[in-house]
């Protein structure tokens, strides 16, 4: 699976972040101003362009941003550790976002992070499985993590909706401290706004065989990047320093859009930090 921001992307956040026009970017860079446009879009360079100057001018490891550009993905995940734990892509007018389903193996009783696009490939899961779906955690109330939030309900009219959003119809909200109990497994959260005002990182540990803590962090991080703060920039890359990272370092992320990753890989490889 591709990275869901590709160096163009990267770019383009990160002057939005540091406040850093094109022009002066370009010049930093090496770069005319529309060859930076054609990298932003594309995230591809026929000339390569001054990864020092212009990650030092708008905020970012360079180091780091040259490994994006030299190819970096993070390891290939292998899910059989966790031997209850699904992720499932759904896909709408080119935009794909993954949500999770978790579920403890002796009870069969299910979590579901996030609905993703579609209610089908979920329900069709629950079934394959003969799980009883019990919760549904949002990590945050952007249309493309909820759209089919109805749908689960319709299905399943018993599930419980956990959301720390002041708005949203849910029937839980997040209580500081608080664990939820699926079966053997335990369930936390953690504030991590910025891309979001209610975004939320769920931790979830007391896997079968000490299998590592799985964190689903929404759209606050990605597998070398993270989300779009727009006015919240600093406060979205503290809560991912604070409440992410600062997790152990073989702990699996699993983010909104793109591919797993690990708290050890975005701290070696993740320009924004």
């Given at each position: 699976?591709?990275l869901?921001?590709?160096?163009g992307d990267?770019?383009?956040?990160?002057?939005?972040?540091?406040?850093?026009?094109a022009?002066t970017?370009?010049?930093?860079?090496?770069?005319?101003?529309?060859?930076?446009?054609?990298?932003?879009?594309?995230?591809t360079?026929?000339?390569r362009?001054?990864?020092?100057?212009?990650?030092?001018?708008?905020?970012?490891?360079?180091g780091?941003?040259?490994?994006?550009?030299?190819?970096?993905?993070?390891a290939?995940?292998?899910?059989?550790?966790?031997?209850?734990l699904?992720?499932?892509?759904?896909?709408?007018?080119?935009?794909?976002?993954?949500c999770?389903?978790?579920w403890?193996?002796v009870?069969r009783?299910a979590?579901l992070?996030?609905?993703?696009?579609?209610?089908?490939?979920?329900?069709?899961?629950?079934?394959?499985?003969?799980?009883?779906?019990?919760?549904?955690?949002?990590?945050?109330?952007?249309?493309?993590?909820?759209?089919a939030?109805?749908?689960?309900r319709?299905a399943?009219?018993k599930?419980r909706v956990?959301?720390?959003?002041?708005?949203a119809?849910?029937?839980?909200?997040?209580?500081?401290?608080?664990?939820v109990h699926?079966g053997?497994?335990?369930?936390?959260?953690r504030?991590?706004?910025?891309?979001?005002?209610?975004?939320?990182?769920?931790?979830?540990g007391?896997?079968q065989?000490?299998?590592?803590?799985?964190?689903?962090v929404?759209?606050?991080?990605?597998?070398?990047?993270?989300?779009?703060?727009?006015?919240f920039w600093?406060?979205?890359r503290?809560?991912?320093?604070?409440?992410?990272?600062a997790?152990?370092?073989?702990?699996?992320?699993c983010?909104?859009?793109?591919?797993?990753?690990?708290?050890?890989?975005?701290k070696?490889?993740?320009?924004?930090?």
């Amino acid at each position: 699976m591709n990275l869901e921001d590709h160096l163009g992307d990267i770019i383009r956040k990160a002057r939005a972040m540091s406040n850093v026009s094109a022009a002066t970017a370009a010049k930093a860079a090496g770069l005319s101003e529309t060859d930076l446009a054609a990298l932003e879009e594309s995230g591809t360079f026929s000339k390569r362009p001054d990864f020092s100057a212009l990650a030092g001018l708008i905020g970012l490891d360079a180091g780091k941003l040259e490994g994006i550009a030299n190819g970096w993905l993070p390891a290939v995940t292998d899910l059989s550790a966790w031997r209850e734990l699904r992720v499932i892509t759904t896909n709408d007018g080119g935009l794909a976002v993954n949500c999770f389903l978790v579920w403890d193996e002796v009870g069969r009783d299910a979590a579901l992070f996030d609905t993703g696009w579609n209610a089908k490939p979920v329900i069709d899961m629950i079934a394959e499985n003969q799980l009883q779906l019990r919760h549904v955690f949002i990590t945050h109330s952007h249309p493309d993590h909820i759209a089919a939030l109805g749908a689960v309900r319709e299905a399943f009219p018993k599930v419980r909706v956990h959301s720390s959003s002041k708005t949203a119809p849910v029937d839980q909200r997040n209580k500081t401290s608080e664990i939820v109990h699926l079966g053997g497994l335990r369930v936390t959260y953690r504030d991590t706004p910025g891309h979001a005002e209610d975004g939320v990182t769920y931790l979830v540990g007391n896997w079968q065989d000490d299998a590592p803590h799985v964190a689903f962090v929404g759209d606050a991080i990605f597998a070398g990047s993270m989300g779009n703060g727009k006015q919240f920039w600093e406060l979205a890359r503290q809560k991912v320093r604070e409440q992410i990272l600062a997790l152990p370092a073989d702990t699996l992320l699993c983010p909104g859009h793109g591919p797993l990753t690990t708290v050890a890989e975005e701290k070696a490889n993740n320009p924004f930090f």
